[in-house]
């Protein structure tokens, strides 16, 4: 069971790049009790843009250091595929540099949008810069819709694993399907797709299934999710993996749902599981996907 917390972070409309939202954050350790949490904030146009506050995170508590000055990534240039925009999904150190997994964000005429997977990397601690102009993950006959995104990675045993949001159709403009599937890479950049489904859909009115974030714990792989069902919005589910590919369901045992009244009292969606120092913490959006911030909920077990 998950306690919650509250919002730890809200827009701060001053920043000409927060006019509104705070949405999927993701966790990355700097030293110590310091974090850094990515996030994406939209400007008086509504495109996103990849910022981060700092935080000192301790004994099951989260606490806003400060939020940076300028977004760490923008858009990419006109007729790319992230030119309408950038979303955080995770941060992983790979060789001593800071890899930004991201979403790209791109409009659509016939459909609504795409979203594809990016990549950017930073050697400072500062500003990343894109890996390349093209995606990270590119359409394919198997997977030939432009929703492959929100791409999570883990090392693991000396390769790495990725979990990602696949498209599998469009039911109309605004409605696209998607599902999470899995990859493999040697590098963290050259990713071998064979169309995987790690979490399907459990009935035909669920939609979307989204954020993933897997966690390697010493008996078993867990991950947390969104998925969407028309009549209620998003929920956060919850799955369990012996293998890392192969995974069952277990959405009653997430721990976590909406409350009865408040920034999150709608839905609760984009959570991001990380450990520090023998606690367990969820960051994660409400209502809105992130119009009032963000929030943060700690494990009830506590000590890991």
């Not at 400060?66 to 030119?83: A, I, K």
């Not at 950049?189 to 954020?211: M, Y």
């Not at 450990?275 to 700690?298: I, K, P, Q």
Request: charged share 25%; hydrophobic share 35%; glycine share 10%.
């Amino acid at each position: 069971m998950w306690v919650k917390k509250g919002l730890l972070l809200e827009p701060q409309t001053q920043l000409w790049w927060q006019k509104s939202h705070i949405m999927l954050p993701a966790a990355a350790h700097i030293e110590g009790d310091l974090f850094r949490v990515y996030f994406s904030g939209r400007d008086e146009h509504n495109r996103s843009v990849i910022g981060y506050a700092e935080v000192k995170v301790y004994q099951g508590t989260i606490e806003l250091q400060r939020y940076c000055d300028q977004p760490v990534l923008t858009s990419g240039e006109l007729g790319t595929f992230d030119d309408n925009g950038v979303t955080p999904s995770c941060v992983v150190t790979i060789n001593g540099r800071k890899h930004l997994y991201y979403i790209g964000w791109n409009s659509g005429s016939t459909t609504r949008m795409g979203l594809i997977a990016g990549l950017a990397i930073s050697d400072d601690d500062g500003n990343f810069h894109r890996y390349s102009r093209a995606p990270l993950l590119d359409r394919t006959d198997r997977e030939p819709f432009s929703i492959l995104t929100a791409p999570f990675v883990i090392e693991d045993n000396g390769s790495f694993r990725m979990y990602y949001v696949s498209c599998e159709g469009w039911l109309h403009r605004d409605l696209p399907i998607y599902n999470i599937k899995y990859a493999e890479s040697t590098d963290g950049i050259n990713w071998k797709r064979e169309g995987h489904v790690c979490i399907d859909f459990r009935s035909p009115q669920e939609t979307a299934l989204a954020r993933p974030c897997v966690v390697k714990d010493a008996d078993k792989y867990r991950m947390w999710y969104s998925y969407k069902d028309p009549a209620i919005g998003y929920r956060i589910g919850y799955a369990e993996s012996d293998d890392a590919k192969n995974w069952i369901r277990m959405d009653h045992n997430a721990g976590i749902d909406v409350s009865p009244r408040g920034w999150d009292s709608e839905m609760v969606e984009y959570s991001f599981v990380f450990d520090h120092e023998g606690y367990r913490y969820m960051l994660y959006n409400g209502n809105g996907y992130g119009t009032n911030g963000a929030g943060y909920a700690v494990f009830e077990n506590n000590r890991r």
